[in-house]
């Protein structure tokens, strides 16, 4: 949201988490044709989130390349996975559709998460694969990415961002910030962001050339006809944000598209990166962990178990018969039930629907069998 919106200045109030902090980087590449789009890499600080757990989303059937750190960047390794997985495999593919010979420049910025030795990073198979880095600080001048491109999407999204609140909070009783807090999570923003790529316009992507490659977008030379305006995306948005009773103007709008995270330093990367290898160690040590509690539950066995839990039984029905003030007792077993005997009638639990099971799968197994066995159809002798 626009920072000037009341409902960014209210949550700037508040104490606690603030959903609008939430961030996430995207990476755009396109052709100077402008008829070819990349995947874009997304990068978001969860690897699997809760809204993708209730909608079973599978990673790989999204319309972006799915990673994860803690800052929400994109680091050397990210991006050289991107290249070898995504941009390699979609430029051939798009080079032998069109019959075009097997050659490709890439072209951007020297980030730091952009490697200066990439070629030396690129699969055999795309070798005939070139990069070519922009000197430092002319992105903002010469980056055809920069020339309205990702302005461009960032007032799409804005678009399709106040379009969604408007059609929800319009035709129900919620409110505009019960909507952006309680039901506007990372599945609606995937598919705002699928709209507003979708969106960019094959003129937008050629004409971002302008500036470093001129003679490829057509009549560059003729003042005027070169780049017609795009809709009045902003006016829209500004239209959309009144209609919900945002004070929102141009200067928002325009501000919110200007304005971009600062890039890593090189110290922060490193410390991105010893977060995720302490990340990988923590895994480690869960699954020595998880081991160690398999082997303690193998070595009880079920009779011991039930036995047990006939004890746990018989001490509740006595300390509730006489106790005195049966409150406290409830409450004291209660919570003694749900963080320890819990544990041992869930494995319980496991193995008699494990033993159902295996009874079951025996019982199928037998009636196979006698099923197929041959018939005697000889003559009994007495």
């Known amino acids: ?205 050629n004409s971002a050339w302008r500036k470093l490659w001129p003679d490829c977008v057509p009549g560059h030379d003729m003042e005027g006809l070169a780049h017609k305006q795009e809709p009045p995306v902003v006016n829209e948005i500004v239209s959309l944000g009144k209609a919900m009773g945002l004070e929102v103007d141009e200067d928002d709008i325009q501000e919110l598209v200007e304005e971009h995270g600062q890039e890593l330093t090189t110290d922060e990367l490193m410390d991105l990166h010893r977060e995720q290898q302490q990340e990988v160690m923590e895994e480690s040590s869960s699954t020595e962990e998880e081991q160690q509690q398999k082997k303690a539950e193998e070595s009880l066995t079920s009779s011991e178990i039930s036995e047990m839990c006939k004890m746990w039984e018989t001490v509740q029905s006595f300390v509730e018969k006489h106790h005195l003030n049966k409150t406290v007792a409830v409450r004291a077993m209660n919570l003694f039930n749900d963080n320890a005997m819990s544990h041992f009638c869930e494995i319980l639990k496991r193995r008699q629907k494990q033993a159902s099971l295996d009874r079951f799968l025996v019982e199928v197994a037998r009636k196979e069998k006698d099923s197929t066995e041959p018939v005697d159809s000889g003559d009994s002798v007495s």
């Not at 959903?19 to 969860?46: I, Q």
């Not at 799915?66 to 390794?77: D, F, M, P």
């Not at 990073?121 to 309205?148: A, C, G, H, R, Y």
């Open 1 to 205: 949201m626009p920072k000037r919106t009341y409902i960014t200045e209210e949550e700037n109030a508040m104490p606690g988490p603030k959903p609008m902090e939430d961030r996430l980087t995207l990476l755009f590449c396109a052709n100077a044709s402008g008829d070819f789009k990349v995947k874009p890499l997304l990068v978001y600080h969860s690897e699997n989130p809760r809204a993708f757990r209730k909608c079973q989303v599978q990673k790989s059937q999204l319309s972006v390349m799915w990673r994860c750190n803690s800052k929400a960047w994109v680091t050397r390794i990210l991006f050289i996975e991107w290249i070898n997985e995504v941009f390699g495999p979609a430029v051939k593919k798009y080079l032998l559709e069109k019959n075009l010979p097997l050659k490709a420049l890439l072209v951007m910025d020297n980030a730091p998460a952009h490697p200066p030795d990439l070629e030396d990073d690129l699969l055999e198979e795309f070798e005939f694969i070139k990069v070519k880095f922009l000197p430092s600080n002319v992105t903002p001048i010469l980056q055809p990415m920069d020339q309205q491109v990702i302005s461009n999407f960032k007032k799409l999204y804005t678009k399709a961002l106040f379009q969604q609140c408007f059609e929800v909070t319009e035709g129900t009783n919620l409110t505009l910030r019960e909507f952006w807090n309680n039901h506007f999570h990372i599945m609606n923003c995937l598919k705002i962001i699928d709209q507003a790529w979708n969106g960019v316009t094959k003129r937008t992507l």
